[in-house]
């Protein structure tokens, strides 16, 4: 066994050998992949080997588009057959709300190119012909779909990544790993020691022993996961005898399952209720091709329900029930990327549809480790999506959640209640108490919306407007008019001290630093020129920064802060989590409020729009921004844990005679969707360069150096690509969600980013991005909501106050 190689690999999966195939096309010919019994032993060995190009994350869709599409290219290099099957895959609404779902599903491909479309359930049956027609309300119809053969796949991509110049040593068990003083590893097997620049860890069953090794736990476990084969029907052969085709794979909502052909029989597989967790604590090194106990009466609801929808299949007998393990992370999809605290140690694992996103996993992976860049905006399946409150035994309550959803609906305004609460502040009781509905933010509860008394507190789901659209509504009034407290806990907070700390930031952020006192909205940009952050950032005292940020992305951009701290010590960035929260109040009486509440002087003219101050509030020590994300009047007030309640109950008695009201998360959005503020996540993403969102003035090209000035600067020159825009749409009762294809002139030309009904304005309204040659101010667009184009029109000015006086008065 070699002693040295610039990569190892860990775990001999489908994952792990598409990565090491990756790197060597991208020309690390020095890789190795580590196995410690064979490959394919695991998960992938008996997976139900189908593969498909749809996700909810379009993002991810890509990357499984690109998986699908490889498979010709691995056989044609590994002479190594991958047992492709392609045929047309079926997802079946057995409801209005799933047919909508799916309407919504064809429009969100239709700017990812896929060629999916609703289609009639008597056409569905031309696909496969045993559904009981009046079960169903409709279909969709996606031609890139199939199976394959999971071993002989997972071979072509070893037999691939040889040829390339990888080595793979099999029966061969990772027992250690140790990280040297320069950054390099030792990878201690039982055959011997390796070293290496980079550790993967593809350990698939195994992923929560190999991130042990380096000290961290991965939130993924493993679930039971239950098909069966059966024998071979009649009905079938005829099919294929008669259409000269295989029958298509099926998705059934309502039955939790998933169908496709298999030989001469059908594969039936069950995303059950009761599911099962396999190993919850530790996975046994001594497993490998070896099935669990088949428990039938487990997903006996799912088959019966699946057998009254395809009666032809009730009468077929059992030829095989498989019963393996697959991991999950909370989500359902994969983590992968750089280990925040860990020098180039790298995670592959929860890739629980391996054979759709392996390839993309793969592909991903390698540019993130040769070019410093996954080269697509992965954060659906980014590691860093994770803060360590995503414990063992969390990632065990969340993981069976998602398992028992599978084949549901997720709706926009829902949240799933498995572990929580988890994370509260001081006031999550008094907010319960007030009506409030509580949503999950990173693990954190915040406040949504809050319900009149006298009425329930609590969503009721939809795809159109709810029973939330007349709270929100009042509180957006008054905030607008009068006075409105809002929780803001789930910001990030840091604090970022020494004598190279604003050399630091400079070096990171394309805006030029505030003066003491003061606040400055900076983006921050990657090598490439995208938008990778957008804080806001206080200069506290000399060698002294606050900064905020999106808390979604703690881990992400500490993960990125660490790649560029001075190694002389000079800088320290610390980030207070919980240990910093706040409330913000907005709107035109905020001040007067303010100033009940504090001797310090809050006028106009003493205390600016921007300003950054820490004084007393209600008694108690404070950070207070004058800044707010509603576009108004406003002020966010941040203090220890401990404080927030006295506050909190001080600004209710001092703002009762000012028409004081509680605000929500959902309020909020709302509110700065009527100012055209972009957000993280939406708006501004690693796919989206600073002009094209519409950043220009928090760009600064002539000043300082930063990382992504000089893609920034040539992005300037040649002019963005893209641009973000404003729309009013002509909707109905139901509004933008996000993901929505945009329309001009009968072609998808753009998608929605983000959008909702603008409550104050009266104006359902969105925002998006179109090529910037299509961009002229009297166009007409057209945006698919549900299955339908609604008009929509270019807003050149946010309709709330576009010379933005409010935030100054």
Not at 305 to 329: D, M, Q, S, W, Y
Not at 366 to 392: E, L
Request: glycine residues 10%.
């Amino acid at each position: 066994m070699k002693s040295h190689a610039r990569v190892v690999i860990i775990g001999g999966g489908v994952v792990g050998c598409s990565v090491l195939y990756h790197l060597t096309k991208k020309g690390w010919s020095d890789v190795m992949l580590i196995e410690r019994d064979q490959l394919t032993s695991g998960s992938t060995w008996h997976a139900a080997g189908g593969f498909h190009t749809l996700n909810g994350d379009p993002n991810v869709a890509m990357l499984q588009s690109y998986t699908v599409s490889l498979y010709e290219e691995l056989e044609r290099i590994s002479g190594q057959s991958c047992g492709l099957h392609k045929s047309p895959g079926i997802m079946l609404a057995d409801t209005p709300e799933r047919m909508e779902f799916l309407k919504m599903t064809v429009a969100r491909g239709r700017y990812l190119g896929m060629e999916t479309e609703i289609i009639s359930v008597k056409e569905a049956k031309n696909y496969f012909p045993f559904i009981e027609e009046k079960y169903f309300l409709g279909a969709l119809l996606d031609p890139n779909e199939g199976h394959l053969d999971p071993s002989g796949t997972t071979y072509a991509y070893a037999k691939a990544a040889r040829i390339g110049g990888a080595t793979i040593e099999v029966q061969t068990k990772v027992e250690s790993l140790e990280q040297k003083p320069d950054g390099t590893w030792r990878v201690i097997t039982n055959k011997g020691v390796v070293e290496c620049e980079h550790v993967v860890n593809a350990g698939g069953l195994w992923a929560r022993e190999v991130g042990r090794m380096v000290g961290i736990e991965l939130p993924v476990l493993a679930m039971e996961h239950m098909y069966l084969v059966t024998d071979d029907i009649p009905e079938v052969v005829e099919f294929n005898k008669s259409m000269g085709k295989e029958i298509g794979h099926v998705i059934d909502f309502g039955a939790e399952s998933y169908l496709r052909q298999e030989g001469k029989g059908m594969v039936l597989g069950v995303y059950e209720q009761a599911g099962v967790p396999w190993s919850t604590k530790t996975t046994p090194w001594s497993f490998g091709q070896e099935l669990l106990q088949p428990d039938l009466d487990r997903i006996a609801p799912s088959l019966e329900i699946a057998f009254k929808h395809f009666p032809t299949l009730e009468h077929a007998g059992i030829k095989r029930v498989i019963n393996g393990p697959f991991t999950f992370a909370p989500d359902g999809n994969p983590l992968v990327g750089p280990v925040q605290g860990r020098t180039n140690f790298w995670s592959a694992c929860g890739v629980m549809a391996g054979f759709s996103q392996g390839g993309g996993v793969g592909l991903a992976l390698s540019n993130w480790m040769v070019d410093g860049d996954p080269g697509f905006d992965i954060w659906g399946m980014d590691v860093a999506r994770y803060g360590d409150w995503a414990t063992r035994t969390y990632t065990n309550a969340k993981v069976r959640e998602n398992y028992s959803r599978r084949f549901r609906i997720r709706f926009p305004n829902e949240e799933l209640p498995a572990a929580r609460p988890l994370q509260t502040t001081p006031l999550y009781d008094t907010f319960i108490a007030q009506g409030a509905v509580m949503g999950d933010s990173w693990g954190m509860e915040t406040p949504l919306w809050f319900a009149p008394p006298g009425t329930e507190a609590k969503d009721i789901v939809s795809f159109h407007r709810s029973n939330d659209f007349e709270p929100i509504k009042a509180e957006c009034k008054a905030v607008r008019e009068a006075v409105g407290v809002t929780e803001i806990a789930n910001f990030a907070k840091y604090e970022i001290t020494g004598t190279g700390a604003e050399a630091f930031l400079q070096g990171l952020m394309t805006n030029t630093l505030p003066k003491t006192g003061r606040l400055q909205l900076c983006p921050m940009l990657n090598h490439n020129g995208k938008i990778i952050g957008d804080f806001t950032i206080a200069k506290a005292a000399e060698n002294r920064f606050m900064m905020w940020g999106s808390s979604q992305a703690q881990v992400y951009h500490m993960r990125w802060f660490e790649q560029y701290l001075p190694k002389d010590g000079s800088v320290k960035i610390t980030p207070f989590g919980m240990k910093l929260i706040g409330l913000s109040i907005a709107g035109p009486k905020s001040r007067e409020l303010l100033q009940r509440l504090t001797d310090d002087d809050v006028s106009n003219e003493a205390f600016k729009f921007m300003d950054y101050r820490e004084m007393e509030v209600a008694t108690v020590k404070a950070i207070v921004n004058r800044v707010t994300y509603t576009g108004d009047l406003g002020y966010e007030i941040w203090v220890a844990p401990e404080y927030q309640r006295r506050l909190f109950e001080s600004i209710h008695a001092a703002g009762k005679d000012l028409g004081l009201k509680n605000f929500g998360m959902r309020a909020l959005l709302c509110l700065r969707l009527e100012k055209n503020f972009g957000t993280w996540f939406r708006e501004f993403r690693p796919i989206y360069g600073p002009f094209e969102a519409g950043l220009d003035r928090f760009v600064k090209l002539d000043k300082h150096e930063y990382i992504g000035k000089a893609a920034a600067i040539q992005e300037k020159a040649n002019g963005p690509k893209k641009t973000r825009i404003f729309m009013v749409v002509d909707a109905t009762d139901c509004d933008v969600m996000g993901d929505e294809p945009i329309w001009v002139d009968g072609k998808v030309v753009g998608w929605v980013t983000s959008g909702g009904f603008g409550h104050y304005v009266n104006q359902s309204l969105a925002q998006g991005y179109i090529p910037t040659e299509l961009v002229k101010p009297d166009m007409q667009l057209e945006i698919e909501i549900l299955g339908e184009r609604r008009a929509a029109r270019l807003q050149m000015d946010p309709p709330f106050d576009p010379e933005a006086k409010r935030m100054r008065m």
